[in-house]
């Protein structure tokens, strides 16, 4: 068969494994997504086909790469999926990255991306995260939140790194609701320097991600009783 139709091919092999008892679920999980565009793949399923492709059949995987766009949400599922496992560099990320995610349309998507090679060059990467979160696009602002929690919270933590967050001044809700996970995350692995951001008066954020990011963070159990009811008090 030639290259040249495997994204055809893809989203048959994709549809032959959904699940369509599962594609009502998932409809209710990702609403900004017109049901009618969901198969139903379940997420292992997603992924072991994902493994299959780029051991099997890396080319067709390129090709599909380069299709853009999908017709499915379950396409863009795997288009996810796949830069991960073929990138190869940070800059070869990136350039996927850049082509993919104007595309992408829900939370979902936008989070199950997963970059190994991200961790080849985090300063890069750091700088790129800048650039996302400063874009138009709600959900590759969302993707630079949700990369620099999954990426600097540990031993690559600045400080500097919350104020990235703490700036950012849209109203969607994604990109709030992400800057809350990143800012509930951030209270359970580095409380002393987030910490004073939320104890500050006036507050440092807007009130609903302020809130949203305390509750988070009390839903921990990596947090004791005494720290959370510390941190119901910084409630406003």
Sequence with gaps: MKTSDAPIRI????????????RSFQAKLVPTVDAARILGVRTPALRAYAKRLVRERADEAHAFLNALPHATYDENNLHGELIGRVAQTPEEAFTLLDAFLPFVDNWATCDLIRVPAFKHD???????????????????????????????????FDPGQLDLIAAIDRPEYYINMARAWYFSF?????????????????????A?????????????????????AYLQSLKV
């Excluded at 989203?11 to 599962?22: C, G, S, T, V």
């Excluded at 951030?186 to 006036?202: D, G, N, V």
């Design 122 to 156: 985090l300063p890069a990467v750091l700088g790129k995260i800048r650039l996302w979160i400063a874009a138009e696009h709600e959900y590759t602002v969302r993707f630079g939140v949700v990369q620099l929690m999954t990426l600097f919270l540990d031993d690559a």
């Design 11 to 22: 989203k048959r092999e994709l549809e032959a494994i959904a699940d369509p008892a599962y």
């Design 186 to 206: 951030a209270l359970i692995k580095q409380p002393c320097a987030t910490l004073p951001l939320f104890e500050q008066r006036p507050i440092a954020l807007d």
């Design 208 to 228: 609903w991600t302020h809130n949203k990011a305390l509750q988070k963070a009390r839903e921990s159990r990596r947090i004791s009783t005494e720290q959370k």
